[in-house]
């Protein structure tokens, strides 16, 4: 069964999450948990004892600011398996939830993508780049203007470093929609583009799934040449492993993801590659 922890700072951008989350799960016979943390290492600099009582008064302000969200997640939510809430602590916004979603056994982290920055520009805040890099279960970014839809296509962006394992796993997760899936792989030069392009040629006929477009493009901006790929489709969810010492580094620095205008309009799926 589908299991979905959805962080929350309660924003209006977390909200678009929790509703995707609910679409999703009720689709697709799951259950949603909406997840706070209260950052201890914000208010670390004061005694122990006042410490100890501004998180308290944080914890209170939560548990207050939780009713809204929870009694508008479960209007939606009408037909749906019941919302469970929880409000947890620690220095380290990444660390918390990942902990929290190895507790709970939560198959899929939601979040929304410029977090509670309020830097409306920057696409992608640092609390969901972290977590797209560092969780060891797949994290789906939803952008301020998505809503849960069938998923008929999906772009998998590769580096081609583990790309029959990836892709094994994004049919496990998205295989049962019978999506149309664009693998799309970025090259400096031609003659390693035909080598690419056989490679995966080669690992789509041995996984047997029938609907696949092979795209191998030349171009010396990997993020940019993503970019311009995705403008020309219509992209229900692009998906991503990122790899450490890789290019999908980059989309995680802000300075580039203020270039990349479809990670404003297309929900990216990751999974740290092992």
Not at 92 to 111: N, P, Y
Not at 201 to 211: E, G, H, Q
Request: hydrophobic share 45%; no cysteine; charged share 25%.
């Amino acid at each position: 069964m589908l299991n979905i922890l959805v962080p929350t700072d309660f924003s209006d951008l977390s909200k678009v999450a929790i509703r995707y989350a609910i679409a999703m799960a009720k689709k697709m016979n799951g259950k949603v948990t909406l997840l706070h943390v209260v950052n201890t290492a914000q208010h670390a600099s004061g005694a122990r004892l006042r410490l100890r009582s501004l998180i308290d008064e944080f914890v209170k302000m939560a548990e207050k600011d939780f009713k809204p969200v929870l009694a508008e997640a479960n209007k939606a939510n009408k037909g749906g398996k019941p919302i469970r809430h929880a409000i947890e602590l620690g220095p380290s916004f990444v660390d918390v939830v990942s902990r929290f979603a190895k507790k709970s056994k939560a198959s899929l982290i939601i979040t929304g993508t410029h977090g509670a920055s309020g830097l409306k520009k920057v696409v992608m805040g640092s609390n969901t780049a972290s977590l797209l890099e560092a969780s060891n279960i797949p994290v789906l970014a939803i952008p301020a203007t998505s809503s849960f839809k069938k998923i008929k296509l999906v772009v998998y962006a590769t580096d081609l470093l583990n790309a029959a394992k990836e892709f094994k796993t994004l049919l496990s997760v998205v295989g049962k929609e019978k999506p149309l899936i664009h693998i799309v792989h970025v090259t400096t030069d031609k003659e390693a583009a035909t080598v690419a392009e056989s490679k995966l040629d080669k690992m789509v006929i041995k996984s047997k799934y029938k609907n696949v477009v092979v795209r191998v493009l030349v171009n010396e901006n990997t993020p940019l040449a993503i970019n311009n790929y995705i403008k020309k489709v219509k992209v229900d969810v692009l998906t991503m492993f990122p790899h450490k010492h890789s290019f999908f580094e980059k989309l995680f620095n802000r300075s580039v993801t203020k270039q990349l205008s479809f990670l404003n309009s297309a929900p990216l799926l990751a999974y740290k590659s092992k």
